[in-house]
């Protein structure tokens, strides 16, 4: 990689900025191009794109050439709004599939370090605090405190950023009301079905932890699949 390219991918990963390294591996020829940009070489676009949906480099032959495409993703980030007791059990199973965890709740006897250790916490209202985390198409929100007080604001503003999933906890009647406040904020259908509530996968789950199953599998379904299959 020649120093030019090696530059401009260091500038990337400072900026979040997704990113893949496509190189002719007969000629050695190297191009850079940013998410969702078109690759240089036709027939490569849907490869492309699905590699940087599953994190996945790999090799490609087009034509009797061979690619190899190289992604260089930012690390993925799940902000959670609600220190309760079903996060502390999903927490950890993100971590293992390599999720930065932010949680969120301005009760502070919630959000504490007994009860979250390693995670970054932030005992804060959400409207006050997510602008300043630079939410991008690498992080899911996930709005679980029940109050809303607390996840109305959170998922307003996660409707206006570029996250890859949202998700809110509570029964399909509670859902239904929470679409009928923020409608009432100015949302259409259209947005507002881009939240997933009631948050998970059906798989008939009971209790926190198997409910914690249930909202990463589905945040996993959306990442790599593009749906909630």
């Known amino acids: 990689m020649n120093r ?4 401009k991918l260091r500038e990337a990963r400072a900026q979040r900025q997704a990113v893949a390294v496509i190189t ?3 000629g050695s020829t190297q191009t850079l191009i940013a998410r969702g940009e078109e690759p240089s070489v036709k027939g490569l676009s849907e490869q492309v794109a699905d590699a940087f949906r599953r994190d996945q480099s790999r090799t490609i032959s087009l034509n009797d050439v061979e690619y190899f495409i190289h992604i ?3 690390p993925l980030r799940m902000i959670v709004v609600g220190a309760v007791h079903m996060t502390q059990h999903l927490v950890p199973m993100a971590q293992a599939t390599g999720y930065d965890v932010t949680i969120i709740d301005p009760r502070g006897a ?3 370090d007994e009860r979250f250790p390693n995670v970054t916490l932030m005992a804060e209202w959400p409207d006050e605090v997510l602008p300043t985390l630079g939410i991008d198409h690498r992080a899911c929100v996930l709005a679980l405190t029940h109050d809303p007080k607390i996840d109305d604001p959170a998922l307003s503003f996660a409707l206006n950023s570029e ?3 949202i998700g809110a906890l509570g029964s399909t009647r509670t859902h239904a009301a929470r679409l009928e ?5 100015g949302f259409d259908d259209e ?3 881009c939240i997933h509530g009631p948050i998970g996968l059906n798989i008939g789950s009971r209790g926190p932890a198997e409910i914690a199953i249930s909202i990463l599998a589905e945040v996993t379904s959306v990442l790599r699949l593009g749906s909630a299959g």
């Open 4 to 7: 030019e390219l090696l530059e």
């Open 24 to 26: 002719e591996l007969e």
């Open 72 to 74: 260089h993703n930012p």
């Open 110 to 112: 919630f959000a504490t």
């Open 163 to 165: 996250c890859f999933y």
């Open 181 to 185: 406040r923020l409608k009432a904020n």
């Open 191 to 193: 947005a507002l079905a």
